[in-house]
Each structure stands twice: as structure tokens, then as C-alpha cells.
């Protein structure tokens, strides 16, 4: 059985509500997306282990999914920054030299010098 924080983790993910939605409408079930949200933790609670039933939830599936998935990012060499904050992609060169241009529309851009 899942924990309650393995449950609200659960809970938390919009990407397997809508998935519960998609379900649920492919499955005709009337306004599909008011059904699953009033019906959620239930359905992320309820017994889906068909081979040994009683033992498996989709709460319990998705904390397992969630700590394999952390172990395999664990895993990873590190990622660079994003772009807007990584000095090495946009460099405060062409900051100033973007600045420039609108501020002197006339005269082409000046790259300040680097130290």
C-alpha cells in the first residue's frame, strides 16, 4: 500500500489525471473529466493487480515509477543550465550588444571588452 505521501504524490500528477480523463472517455463515461476529478483518489486507490489481487494500486505503480525514474535522472552526467542564465550560451556580450543596437539604431552594435 501506497504511503499519504505516495498517494498525494499521486494525486498531484496532471499528467495521469488527464490520462484518467482520456481513459475515461474512451470508455464513454458521461462528462468524463467532472467523473475522474470527483472520483480520483479512489481511482488511484483501488486494486489493479490482476495476476495477485490485492496487492497493487496505480498510487503504488506511480511511487515506484517515480523512484525509478529519480534513480535513472541520479544516473545522469549534469545538464548545462537553461540558456537564459548560463553566461556560456548568451553572453553578456551580446546583451550589451542587443541593447546597443535598439539604443543607437544608426550605428552598429560595440562588444564591450571581456575580461
Known amino acids: 500500500m501506497a504511503t499519504t505521501a505516495q498517494h498525494i504524490a499521486a494525486r498531484a500528477d496532471g ?4 490520462r484518467f480523463i482520456a481513459a475515461a472517455e474512451q470508455k464513454g463515461v458521461p462528462l468524463a473529466q467532472n467523473w475522474v476529478q470527483a472520483h480520483f483518489g479512489q481511482l ?7 495476476v495477485q489481487p490485492g496487492t497493487q494500486n496505480i498510487a503504488d505503480v506511480h511511487a515506484y515509477a517515480v523512484a525509478h525514474r529519480q534513480e535513472l535522472i541520479d544516473a545522469l ?3 548545462p543550465p537553461p540558456p537564459g542564465v548560463d553566461p556560456a550560451a548568451v553572453t553578456d556580450a551580446q546583451l550589451y550588444a542587443a541593447i546597443d543596437v535598439l539604443l543607437t539604431p544608426d550605428t552598429p552594435p560595440t562588444l564591450p571588452d571581456l575580461p
Open 15 to 18: 499528467d495521469l489525471q488527464a
Open 44 to 50: 488511484i486507490s483501488v486494486d489493479v493487480d490482476t
Open 77 to 79: 552526467p549534469p545538464l
